[in-house]
């Protein structure tokens, strides 16, 4: 059950350095790109004595420290960046997913939440507040939090496994092996071991 925990915080994290689909990237971006995360933190370091509120500049440079297992300095770096940006849904998923991980879920619940109610927001904020809500005990807000990450994302395999997974735990055995058909159709990894050992 611990690889499925872990597995949650891939789409949130993979891809979510700021300014790599830009054609101007800086050194910083490139030595994360590279996975050279100390000389990436150094970089942003330097580049932020100039200038100390750029948003992206501060998440990128969390982002390095959370890849380096800096949790304390990546949490730093993420709310100094939504002191500048409070309405950043990027930061606040990243913040969320960071609680997750550390078992703070009543902190993640509420930055999902905070996510979930900007306008444009991605099905990952529904996702990680049902996330939340699963782990506190919340289970038919958590399957309601689950089911609209599905609406905004129909192709969301994380979310149809979780929600799946948490109807196992309710007993709702036919209605979670609907979950794991539609995860096991979008390849999302351990949706077909719990189709064979749920559904068969």
């Not at 994360?32 to 000389?39: A, I, N, P, V």
């Amino acid at each position: 059950m611990k690889s499925i925990s872990k597995a949650l915080l891939i789409p949130v994290l993979a891809g979510s350095l700021w300014a790599c689909s830009e054609t101007k990237k800086n050194s910083a971006d490139r030595y994360f790109e590279k996975g050279q995360y100390e000389l990436a933190v150094q970089t942003y370091t330097e580049d932020l004595k100039f200038k100390p509120t750029d948003v992206k500049m501060l998440y990128n440079r969390g982002r390095a420290h959370q890849e380096m297992g800096n949790v304390a300095e990546a949490k730093s770096d993420f709310e100094s960046a939504l002191n500048q940006d409070p309405k950043n849904f990027q930061v606040l998923l990243s913040l969320s997913a960071l609680q997750l991980e550390e078992g703070n879920y009543a902190s993640a619940l509420l930055y999902a939440t905070k996510a979930e109610e900007i306008s444009g927001a991605p099905a990952m904020a529904s996702f990680l507040k049902g996330r939340a809500l699963h782990k506190l005990g919340m289970a038919e807000d958590a399957l309601k939090a689950y089911g609209n990450a599905i609406q905004i994302d129909k192709e969301f395999g994380q979310a149809y496994f979780n929600r799946g997974m948490l109807k196992v735990a309710l007993e709702r055995n036919r209605q979670a092996c609907d979950d794991f058909k539609l995860a096991v159709m979008l390849d999302y990894p351990g949706a077909k071991e719990m189709l064979d050992k749920y559904c068969n």
